[in-house]
């Protein structure tokens, strides 16, 4: 059962020294009781305390981690089964399907395609996270070779060893080296020889049924035993069998707490059609009903682009704008006579403004200041983008540096405090750019620096 910030509270040494970056115990406990901070911050909790509260404040569903570094990957941490409830934590992993049965061409590409396929979308890169390496013919020999081609070749793959053989596991797991992967995986005939070789080797362990009612049986065994990193497939092979799985687990996990069920899944729609097509319109079902990885056989732009903006979108915090840094921003290689354009860091906001800059194939340089995500008007109402907060960014921003003119285009919905601008700063220009970004190339294209 979760504990109430006062039961926290009294677990705390109540020094109130703000080195957990908070002022004080009691708002530190409840920022620890409403899942909005790790109990790990605070360096003087005892560890017994530690063990106490994480259990209690830990989410329903339990975070899993795979892969090192770069080939870093998270699943789980969720905590409520509607996005609107709070939020969803850790995006659906997509995974590629590469076999031992397969041709070297035939794994080369899927690798190439993996580590080429990386898309920009508001300022996030969006790309595949996970090779799973299929043992499809009993050859050890086999198996540990692609797996350490995948690593040498896929520095970016977080991994998935997929095989019944214990012995051809731990084969692999060696291959991995730091790199932990997914064990794929435990069923009735293994368990314990699965079992054994995830405590050996302190990697998650994939537990599967052949239906929900021994995949609860298996997870229980497993937990029993001491596991507790786990993810679980329901054995479903069709998408209607796998999508009510899948609300099951979410469901019986976040509203009854039941413990069998509290892990990320996973999930095949490789194994559920032979069409590319297909394998990406029941990965898109799954992924929007909870799928913690998809595995997919192959990867194709217009497969995967498609499903990357899904997650984005699901797994875009509905309560926090998405912002870039505060920063100068170069757009198409500006110089000391390349006009200057002030607007804020709502990652839309920008990503329009400098597309439309870039479009005008005039080099400038786009100030943005930090409001918090606010869009223009609204960060000006909420005293977020005013006339003195922008002069204190110009002045330390250092563009001063990198042109020679004095003049700063600000947007056209600022017009009100172009007076009070040129109070600020009274060594520049202040002009009125367009209020629609899509009239700024004709503007840039008639710019000139002022004499000023």
Known sequence: MALTG?????????????????????????KVAAGQAAIDACPYVSEEAKQTI???SAPPIRTIKLGAGEAAFTAGGETCQFRHEKRFENPTGIAVLIS???GEAAADGKIKRFNEMVYERVGVMMRANLIAVKDGNG??????????????????????????????MKAGIAACGERKPLLYGATAANLQAMADLAKESGCPLAVRGSKMDELLELSTKLQEAGL??????????TLRGAFEDGVVARRAAVKDKYKPLGFPTITFPCEMTDDLMMEAMIASVLMAKYA??????????????????????????PQRPMVVQEDIYPITGPG???PVLITCNFSLTYFIVSG???????????????????????????????????????????IKDKVKHRELIIPGYLASIKGELEEELADWTITIGPREAGHLPAFLKEWKPSAK
């Open 54 to 56: 994480g259990e209690a």
């Open 292 to 317: 913690g990885i998809v595995v997919l056989s192959d990867l194709q732009g217009d497969i995967l682009f498609p499903l990357l903006l899904e997650q984005l979108n699901i797994f875009t915090d």
């Open 100 to 102: 031992t049965t397969e």
């Open 336 to 338: 000391e006579d390349s």
């Open 228 to 237: 507790k990193d786990l993810v679980i497939d329901s054995g479903a092979r």
């Open 6 to 30: 006062i039961q926290i509270l009294k677990m705390l040494p109540k020094k109130n020294c703000g080195e957990c970056e908070i002022p004080t115990c009691l708002a530190f406990a409840m």
């Open 356 to 398: 439309e800059i870039e479009g005008s194939k005039v080099p400038s340089w786009l100030l943005i200041k930090d409001t918090e995500g606010l869009s223009v008007l609204t960060a000006w109402a909420a005293g977020k983008f005013g006339a003195d907060l922008i002069a204190q960014f110009v002045n330390k921003s250092g």
């Open 139 to 168: 050859d050890t020999g086999a198996f540990t070779q692609l797996v350490d081609k995948v690593i040498k070749t896929a520095p970016k793959a977080a991994l998935i060893l997929m095989t019944d053989n214990a012995e051809t």
